[in-house]
């Protein structure tokens, strides 16, 4: 997202589960949306469904059709005006298609960046929106452009920003977790979000050793102490429906848990786990599911179980 040299995948689809998780209630989001050519994206479009008049500080970033352009890495001039050009690129498709331009309402682009890009924020005439309506780490470009550049590491520490600043480096992102492990065990968004960090450590776990990138390798430490208390939740979990519907079944929904954390939810685990029925495969296969970085290690010791 944000340009192949600022990204990898497995940021961008936790930055694309991360603004579904908080943008999902209040329109349609479309990751790698085509503009005007097989290979012009943008991150996520997203289509508001009538938010007028609610409260909230994602309200406001979702009063309009919208374009986020995430990016893992601060960028420079030359990235913004590629994300501009994008959005000129949307507006000229879209424009055509209304024939009453009264009711076309042109998108909004929010580019989203880790640190502050100064350079681009001076060359672009970009100013720092404090007032009423904005947080503090937002920049509106000049107007007639409808962008606006939200700097993750000036954010302020509020609930409503925790999603966004999950997405950031280093303190940033480290703070944000902080608080996360401290929200209530049973807060929905604590829960939604960090099965977000656990399915994108992941993918990023799934990546060679030899190949992950910095951020990659800062992430894995940031997020460490997040999936470890996940993962003992999880485990906990199973145990007190173990203690309802018996040790089998305790066993049976930890690993489910493990699973769908780690590797997603596109093989029948469900239909795997329903042919286990010994205490000691299942703590095995929540090791070993732990433990590997290749789905196909699962898979294969859990064919080998059932079949």
């Known amino acids: 997202m944000g340009g192949a040299e600022q990204h990898t995948k497995p940021h961008d689809a936790f930055a694309k589960e991360t603004l579904e998780f908080a943008l999902g209630h209040l329109g ?40 986020f352009e995430v990016f893992r890495q601060t960028p420079g001039l030359d990235a913004c005006l590629d994300v501009l050009d994008k959005a000129l690129s949307l507006h000229r498709r879209q424009r055509p298609r209304v024939s009453n331009t009264q009711n076309y309402t042109r998108a909004r682009t929010w ?16 100013k720092q929106t404090n007032g009423h309506r904005w947080s503090h780490g937002f920049y509106a470009l000049p107007q007639g452009l409808k962008t606006h550049i939200v700097v993750l590491s000036q954010l302020p520490q509020t609930p409503e920003t925790l999603p966004l600043r999950l997405m950031g480096r280093g303190h940033t992102q480290a703070d944000a977790i902080k608080e996360l492990l401290e929200m209530p065990q049973d807060n929905p968004t604590r829960a939604g979000l960090m099965e977000c960090m656990v399915r994108w450590q992941a993918s990023v776990l799934a990546t060679h050793q030899t190949t992950r990138t910095n951020a990659q390798e ?55 786990l329903g042919r286990m029925d010994s205490p000691d495969a299942f703590d095995a296969l929540v090791r070993l599911a732990i433990a590997s970085e290749e789905v196909g290690d699962v898979v294969r010791w859990l064919e080998s179980e059932v079949l």
């Open 218 to 272: 800062e992430l894995l430490m940031n997020v460490d102490q997040l999936v470890q208390k996940w993962r003992n939740e999880a485990w906990n979990q199973g145990i007190e429906k173990g203690r309802q519907k018996g040790l089998i079944e305790g066993r049976r929904q930890s690993a489910l848990l493990v699973l769908k954390g780690r590797f997603g939810d596109e093989h029948p685990w469900e239909n795997w």
């Open 28 to 67: 349609r989001l479309e990751a790698q949306y085509a503009i005007a050519s097989p290979t012009q994206h943008a991150d996520i479009y997203f289509e508001p469904v009538d938010s007028k008049g609610l409260p909230g500080f994602w309200t406001q970033l979702a009063d309009s059709p919208a374009i």
């Open 111 to 126: 580019l989203i960046s880790p640190g502050i890009p100064r350079g681009a924020l001076k060359a672009l005439g970009a």
